[in-house]
């Protein structure tokens, strides 16, 4: 193999490297996840939705959603989004406020603004499943 193929090898390998390889994969991805919740469990407005939870459980599988949404495998097991949040009650005003923390968190942990975007990019629309007031 000469430097040119090796090189240009290396460059699509990065090119096409996931955000979930780019991070570290699960350890990085577990790290986001609890950071996160620590700030929600904090956040007055928004812990009411969590106090109750298995926080073990709910941290086992958002780490599997987000690593999956991240182009890492497919782990996640849990409900749809809309049966997850079914009678919740949750507006936009919340909504909104978990994605804020979740942005906060990625930004903390040294993510590229670019990604930080990609990855709220991949939340955003999910409000229409979780928000239902």
Do not use: C, R, W
């Amino acid at each position: 193999m000469t430097l040119i193929t090796l090189n240009i090898s290396i460059y699509f390998k990065i090119m096409t490297q996931t955000l979930f390889e780019k991070y570290g994969g699960k350890k990085t991805v577990g790290q986001i996840v609890i950071n996160f919740y620590q700030k929600l469990m904090a956040d007055e407005n928004l812990k009411k939705f969590f106090t109750n939870s298995d926080m073990k459980v709910l941290i086992s599988h958002q780490t599997n959603f987000i690593s999956q949404a991240l182009g890492g495998p497919k782990e996640y097991t849990g409900l749809d989004m809309k049966t997850a949040h079914q009678g919740m009650k949750i507006s936009q005003e919340d909504f909104n406020g978990v994605a804020g923390h979740l942005k906060q968190t990625l930004e903390e942990l040294n993510v590229e603004s670019q990604d930080v975007d990609t990855i709220i990019g991949v939340v955003a629309p999910l409000s229409e499943h979780i928000v239902s007031k």
